[in-house]
């Protein structure tokens, strides 16, 4: 169950942040951070937490993924409500109900679609809380997570170990970090940062290895 660990360490929305553009994709508002390299016929798509699509540090995630090669998208899910922690009379858990998962599996195929018809011939995908098991996944784990707590996180890897080799996995529990640390990290905590980097290092090591034309 949702709870104060989504909530820790909320960021400052910030429309101009990131080093992209903001255009329409697949119907949804949506920040994109490009790149000329050779991947630029493989896109990333990044589903943001419960902060969305204006979050500084999502969009720098974001940027990370472009300067590695990546055509990187950040699609507007929460249709411009994302949770608000000092302003939303609503708890939480009602306003996971209008922002549900379900919904958001709809909502990202017309995006997908998008993408295709620019010519992009593969697309990978970032969750945070979301994945999919039919195709390679890695599962990046927090030590200190009540949503996802290190015994949930062992049960995905045994459930996976039995995939394999249909379905290539990485799972592994990262110590000494909690729940949001690789998108709500403070850049100005030089651990944190240092924790949240190499997560979105061994995020983009996978892409490279599965990720292809």
């Given at each position: 169950?949702?709870?104060?660990?989504?909530?820790?360490?909320?960021?400052?929305?910030?429309?101009?942040?990131?080093?992209?553009?903001?255009?329409?994709?697949?119907?949804?508002?949506?920040?994109?951070?490009?790149?000329?390299?050779?991947?630029?016929?493989?896109?990333?798509?990044?589903?943001?937490?419960?902060f969305g699509y204006?979050?500084?540090?999502?969009?720098?995630?974001?940027?990370?993924?472009?300067?590695?090669?990546?055509?990187?998208?950040?699609?507007?899910?929460?249709?411009?409500?994302?949770?608000?922690?000092?302003?939303?009379?609503?708890?939480?858990?009602?306003?996971?109900?209008?922002?549900?998962?379900?919904?958001?599996?709809?909502?990202?195929?017309?995006?997908?679609?998008?993408?295709?018809?620019?010519?992009?011939?593969?697309?990978?995908?970032?969750?945070?809380?979301?994945?999919?098991?039919?195709?390679?996944?890695?599962?990046?784990?927090?030590?200190?997570?009540?949503?996802?707590?290190?015994?949930?996180?062992?049960?995905?890897?045994?459930?996976?170990?039995?995939?394999?080799?249909?379905?290539?996995s990485h799972v592994?529990?990262?110590?000494k970090v909690e729940?949001?640390?690789?998108?709500?990290?403070?850049?100005?905590?030089?651990?944190?940062?240092?924790?949240?980097?190499?997560?979105?290092?061994?995020?983009?090591?996978?892409?490279?290895?599965?990720?292809?034309?």
């Amino acid at each position: 169950m949702a709870g104060s660990q989504c909530c820790s360490n909320p960021p400052t929305l910030d429309p101009n942040s990131g080093l992209g553009f903001v255009e329409e994709l697949g119907g949804l508002k949506t920040y994109i951070s490009t790149s000329s390299s050779d991947h630029s016929k493989i896109a990333v798509l990044l589903i943001s937490d419960i902060f969305g699509y204006e979050a500084p540090n999502i969009r720098l995630i974001a940027d990370k993924v472009a300067a590695a090669g990546f055509y990187a998208v950040v699609p507007d899910f929460f249709y411009g409500d994302p949770y608000n922690i000092n302003g939303d009379n609503r708890p939480l858990l009602e306003w996971l109900k209008d922002h549900g998962t379900d919904k958001g599996v709809e909502d990202a195929k017309p995006v997908v679609e998008a993408l295709k018809s620019k010519g992009f011939s593969a697309i990978g995908g970032v969750g945070f809380c979301w994945g999919e098991v039919n195709i390679p996944i890695e599962i990046l784990g927090a030590e200190i997570d009540n949503f996802t707590p290190p015994a949930l996180i062992e049960q995905f890897k045994e459930i996976l170990a039995t995939k394999l080799p249909q379905v290539e996995s990485h799972v592994e529990i990262i110590p000494k970090v909690e729940h949001g640390w690789t998108v709500r990290y403070n850049l100005d905590d030089e651990a944190a940062s240092k924790s949240a980097n190499e997560a979105h290092s061994k995020m983009l090591d996978w892409f490279s290895n599965y990720l292809k034309y």
